[in-house]
């Protein structure tokens, strides 16, 4: 199986690489060191100290390798090169208003590497996502549900 391409923002680019960082130069570190400190108690049999710490050198582990592989397969899509601003697409900002409540949402839509709905950023193989992008400003967009169907309005597309 190919390994898929992970679309990345310059932003999120960087943070990913920060986290990566982070977890082999700091919290390797920290965990080998509460390793050696729980081996420390003796028998590693009855020792929680030294089971929470493997656990969490194996979650660590985990992390970084994933982190490595989206890395890997990063395409960075840089909407300063996108010569149609009026045009939804990854990386830029869009200003929906919900025509059922009259909610106005701003979200920005990003890759699914990065999404982060708590942060207002939705990926662009969310539903929304996926009803908004190449859409333009005026469009209605429809977005099926479990409850039925939800209808957007693009107000505003910024980068």
Known sequence: MANKEVLLTPEGLKKLEAELEELKTV???????RIS?????GDISE??????????????????LTLEKLLRNAKVIDTEDDDDETVV??????????????????YQLVGSAEADPAAMKIS????VGQAIIGKTCGTIVEVEVLDGV???EILKVAR
């Open 27 to 33: 919290k390797r570190r920290e965990i080998a060191q």
């Open 37 to 41: 400190a729980a081996l420390e108690f």
């Open 47 to 64: 020792n929680s100290e030294y089971e929470d710490a493997k656990n969490e050198q194996a979650f660590i582990e985990g992390r970084i």
């Open 89 to 106: 697409s990854i990386g830029k900002k869009v200003t929906l208003k919900d025509l059922q409540t009259q909610d106005i949402l701003e």
């Open 124 to 127: 662009n193989e969310s539903p």
């Open 150 to 152: 939800l209808q957007y």
